[in-house]
């Protein structure tokens, strides 16, 4: 088939080889003595022509005036010299003097105008005036009160001038926009876990960058009251202050408002006695929270993990127990442990507790009397309360658990009783893991 | 003067014909006329005609120049149907026999679909019939390149050709049929 689609090719490359050309050689022939005789002519252009041409104007004039006209531009806006207006003005009154003649005449100095013209500028530095001759001015024509308006403005303009360099230059550079500062608490918006995720890394690396924490292992609690934040109860100094409100924008403002996070999690929301409302994500272990009673103190997590209710916490204890029956007694691996946190795919871990809670009753595993289910996930194999799996049963577990994306490892297993479900890795009672307890209903 | 250019440059080109229009044909088939473009070459060829040292590389020059203005020419028009027609109405003007036009037509479009590099190098050593060499001086690459490319082209063509062998009998008797 190859061979016989080799031989079509060349032939087909034979017959393109040679078949005639498309066009004949006399054609372009006479084509070609159809040419000028002479060069081909090339317009010689005018080198100024050459050089003005639109490209030029628009990459090099163009930017010239923007240039200059973003230069001169200040300067027109500056306020005219005093002593040029006053030279301006005694022309003017000269100019006026000159085509009225017939009105009674007063003989005026120019020092006299301009001691009248300086009155109420009096603390304007005074420029000597070089001109001695005296001028006629009609008394009627004098327009000081024209010229009188001027000159406040112009010692208006002159005082403010300072004042107008001190709000560039000496302003501070940590001024806070008012419209940024929130003070009322504001409702608390949608926070994906991307988001999250995101805010701890950019916390993290400014807070450690300004010098607020120390390094990225310190567990950080960030109040964001608005007008301040305070960082592990320390308050953000005033010059980073913008830049955090910005950067936690996201969590939005309130009197209970908190940023709680470390390396292994975030939590955003509000943090009151009644639990906790808001965002989260990462992993946590009992341990950590053993550890830091006080951070969980105000989140129902401590509740989710039966850490407070008495009847979950025996439930879970017991579970604990029934487990540690059934894991082998080899040691566990030395090295670092780090804390693992199954991927659910999305899925909610509820139902997984239903389906496998209906499966493991299905098959008899569980029931009145037991009442855990420890599904333990071997590398290629499925033992659930010991027993290994065989065949189509194996099957229906592998699909589950497959379905879920949870995957095999040493101590991985899946933890189930009533109100208890717990996917992760377990060893004699330390636990990494997702834990999902179910509330008791009365 | 000027007698003397033209008839140097009819005297350099009447060897180079056959070949620059193959190769014309070939990578301007349904996309611009073949005519169009082998006078574009040849007028630029012409203007140039004096700076170009070594005459002998005139087909050279002359391929790259066509292989150029394929590009730019196709970017600027649209697949026009007529093309066919002229190319069609041109070879039979040849006494080329209906059937050989169409085969060689479907060779044109498959070679087509081919990458720019592939094809070019395929069309220049199996329809031109340049050495590896020639062609990597054309094409200004290493022989091993060239070599890959001809290679590449042909086993792709070759899937081309097998993946529509049911589609590519059906319709090539179908064509031949009606224009028969």
């Known amino acids: ?442 | 003067m000027s007698k003397t250019k033209q008839s140097n440059f009819l005297k350099a080109y009447e060897s180079c014909h056959e070949s620059l229009v193959r190769y014309c044909s070939a990578l301007a088939h349904g996309k611009m006329d073949a005519e169009d473009l082998v006078q574009d070459v040849l007028l630029a060829a012409y203007a140039n005609f004096d700076k170009i040292k070594n005459k002998d590389q005139l087909l050279h020059y002359l391929l790259r120049a066509a292989r150029n203005r394929s590009v730019s020419k196709f970017r600027k028009q649209k697949y026009k149907a007529t093309l066919l027609e002229k190319h069609t109405e041109r070879l039979v003007a040849q006494e080329v026999s209906a059937d050989t036009i169409l085969e060689i037509q479907l060779l044109y479009k498959t070679l087509d679909q081919l990458p720019e590099k592939q094809k070019d190098a395929l069309i220049l050593f199996e329809i031109n019939g340049f050495s590896m060499k020639e062609i990597a001086v054309i094409q200004e690459k290493s022989e091993g390149a060239v070599k890959t490319n001809i290679s590449r082209g042909r086993q792709k063509l070759k899937e081309i050709m097998t993946a529509k062998n049911e589609w590519f009998t059906q319709v090539f008797g179908t064509i031949k049929t009606i224009t028969l």
Do not use: C
């Open chain 1, 1 to 442: 088939m190859k061979k016989k689609m080799d031989e079509n090719i060349d032939a087909l490359f034979q017959k393109a080889k040679e078949v005639p050309t498309e066009i004949p050689f006399k054609q372009m022939e006479k084509m070609i003595l159809n040419f000028p005789n002479h060069p081909i002519p090339v317009t010689e252009t005018h080198w100024f022509v050459k050089l003005f041409n639109l490209k030029y104007i628009a990459m090099t004039i163009i930017p010239i005036i923007a240039a200059l006209t973003f230069w001169w531009a200040p300067k027109a806006n500056q306020p005219e010299p005093v002593s040029s207006m006053i030279e301006n003005s005694i022309k003017e009154k000269r100019e006026i003097s000159a085509i009225s003649s017939k009105e009674p005449i007063v003989e005026l100095t120019e020092e006299v105008v301009r001691k009248q013209i300086e009155k109420p500028a009096t603390t304007l530095p005074k420029t000597p005036i070089q001109a001695t001759e005296k001028t006629n001015l009609i008394a009627a024509n004098i327009a000081l009160p024209k010229i009188e308006p001027s000159i406040p403005e112009v010692k208006k303009e002159r005082l403010e001038l300072p004042k107008k360099e001190k709000k560039i230059f000496t302003q501070p550079s940590t001024l806070i926009k008012p419209d940024l500062i929130k003070t009322e608490p504001t409702p608390l918006s949608d926070i994906s876990s991307f988001q999250l995720k995101k805010l701890r890394r950019t916390l993290y690396r400014n807070l450690v960058s300004d010098g607020i924490i120390s390094n990225k292992h310190v567990l950080v609690e960030m109040e964001l009251l608005g007008d301040k934040i305070l960082v592990n109860n320390q308050p953000i100094p005033a010059k980073f202050l913008i830049k955090y409100q910005d950067l936690t924008s996201i969590v939005g403002v309130g009197p209970v408002r908190k940023i709680k996070m470390n390396t292994d999690f975030v939590l955003a929301g509000d943090f009151t006695e009644e639990g906790f409302k808001g965002h989260g994500f990462g992993r946590f272990s009992e341990k950590f929270i053993d550890l830091n009673p006080s951070f969980f103190e105000s989140i129902s997590l401590t509740e989710a993990l039966s850490l407070k209710d008495d009847l979950l916490d025996e439930e879970s204890k017991a579970l604990n127990s029934f487990a540690n029956d059934l894991l082998d007694k080899t040691p566990e691996d030395g090295g670092r442990k780090r804390l693992f946190a199954p991927n659910l795919k999305g899925k909610n871990p509820e139902d997984l507790h239903r389906k496998l809670t209906i499966l493991l009753e299905e098959d008899g595993f569980i029931n009145y009397s037991d009442l855990f289910g420890i599904i333990q996930l071997p590398k290629n194999s499925i033992r659930i309360n010991g027993k290994e799996l065989q065949g189509e049963q194996f099957k229906k577990y592998k699909k589950l658990i497959d379905e879920y994306g949870i995957k095999h490892g040493r101590n991985r297993m899946i933890m189930i009783s009533e109100h208890h479900l717990r996917v992760g890795n377990y060893y004699y009672g330390t636990f990494s893991g997702l834990g999902l307890t179910l509330p008791l209903i009365d």
